[in-house]
């Protein structure tokens, strides 16, 4: 009986995890999106939903305490357990890096500055958002070669980084009117290269849970 409450709480977790990942994937996707089309009240709801993000963690670590106080769980578990409170950790950073996306770009429409051509910031969203969603896949799903494909995957966000930022170097050289709103950009694609290695956390946790080993990262 208490095994049966145990797994059902284990599988209550997984759902919360998902809930939380689609909510960073979310802000994501609206801060590249609101930049694009330069839309405050988007790149606003995106600050809003950081305050979601820090309150989906803060539940989350509650029901793993909950879980390791219930029962004492396997080596198995405590491993899943564990992992998942380093991933919520992880999926919060991201929370924040898209806000301050959305924030950068609240202040270049404050100063009346609106991005012509972000098809390569909306390129590296949708491939960050790809990892996050892949990440916490392997997780839900124990799928260690899910995890190794999305760690793979973040050479070619580091690709389009440097790609990003050859082209913004070219851009102030050439404009150096142009310089501060160029680092703006420079910075938005360094958030989302960071949203990219904190997806690789996540799957390096994935790989932890299920193996027991864990190669590190960027913690």
Known sequence: M??????????LLNTELIQ????CEQAISKAAKALETGDRT?????????GEIDQMERDI???CLKLLLQQQPVARDLR???????????????GDQAADIAEIVLAMLAQGYVPEDVGHIREMAAEVIKMVTESVDSYVRKDTVRAKRTIGHDDIVDRCFDQVKQVL?????ADPECGEHALDLLMIDKYLERIGDHAVNIAE???FAVTGEHEGGTL
């Not at 208490?2 to 599988?11: E, H, I, N």
């Not at 988007?42 to 950081?50: D, F, G, P, Q, Y």
């Not at 170097?169 to 050289?173: E, M, T, V």
């Open 20 to 23: 939380m990942g689609a909510l």
């Open 80 to 94: 899943q357990i564990s992992a998942a409170m380093k991933i919520v950790t992880d999926m919060e950073r991201i």
């Open 42 to 50: 988007l790149a606003e709801t995106v600050k809003r939903s950081e």
């Open 169 to 173: 170097i070219g851009n102030i050289a």
């Open 2 to 11: 208490m095994r049966s409450r145990f797994d059902d709480q284990l599988a």
């Open 205 to 207: 946790w994935v790989i």
């Open 61 to 63: 670590e509650t029901l």
